[in-house]
Each structure stands twice: as structure tokens, then as C-alpha cells.
Nanobody, 118 residues
Framework: VQLQASGGGLVQAGGSLTLSCAASGRTFSGASMAWFRQAPGKEREFVALIGWTTGFTYYSDSAKGRFTISRDSAKNTVYLQMNSLTPDDTAVYYC????????????WGQGTQVTVSS
């Protein structure tokens, strides 16, 4: 599985961005795709996930109510719509895939930088 993340950029606080993650290669019916992020000097943290066939979604507390994860099965693409951004959201955002619930994320995209200015 190859993942290509895009859509990052510089935005002012309160603004919005939509990230995309295009998947190619092998697919898994029970897979879920997720977004993680890593800010400078901090550990990578989970942001949101979506079940590829079920559409089930789950968010971190920091993302809940502001971010929306969605998928376009025809395009093999997952999106992360981010609203009401704050400087604390500044990080490199990564998309990842795991084959089924309960296993680790085995496939990772290259990351896309999101910078929120105050």
C-alpha cells in the first residue's frame, strides 16, 4: 500500500484546511485509515480514523467537534477537514493504514506540514 498525503499549508488561526490521503496498491476490506500528527519536540499523536468499509469514525478529544474524517471509496482517498484551527494544531500530519482493528498501522504516508499562525 502506498499513501500520498497532501493539502497542508499555512493558515491563520480560526481558518480551515482539508488534507487528502490517496491510497494505491493492495487494499484490505477490514482496513481503517487514520490521521496522526507530530508537532516539533512532541510525540506523534492520533487524530482520527475511519473504517474503510464501515465508515466508522473515531476522533481524539482535540479533534472532536473541529475535524471531520471522510472517505471517497471510488478515489481510494481519505480526507481530513480541519476547522477552527489553532496554533496548537501546527504539526506534520501523517496518514496511515492498518489491515484490521487491533493491529498496528503498517503503512504510512510521507506527511504534510500544517502551520497555523496566531
Amino acid at each position: 500500500v502506498q499513501l500520498q498525503a497532501s493539502g497542508g499549508g499555512l493558515v491563520q488561526a480560526g481558518g480551515s484546511l482539508t488534507l487528502s490521503c490517496a491510497a494505491s496498491g493492495r487494499t484490505f476490506s477490514g482496513a481503517s485509515m487514520a490521521w496522526f500528527r507530530q508537532a516539533p519536540g512532541k510525540e506523534r499523536e492520533f487524530v482520527a480514523l475511519i473504517g474503510w468499509t464501515t465508515g466508522f469514525t473515531y476522533y481524539s478529544d482535540s479533534a472532536k467537534g473541529r475535524f471531520t474524517i471522510s472517505r471517497d471509496s471510488a478515489k481510494n482517498t481519505v480526507y481530513l477537514q480541519m476547522n477552527s484551527l489553532t496554533p496548537d494544531d501546527t504539526a506534520v500530519y501523517y496518514c496511515a493504514v492498518r489491515e484490521r482493528p487491533g493491529v498496528s498501522y503498517s503503512y504510512w504516508g510521507q506527511g504534510t506540514q500544517v502551520t497555523v499562525s496566531s
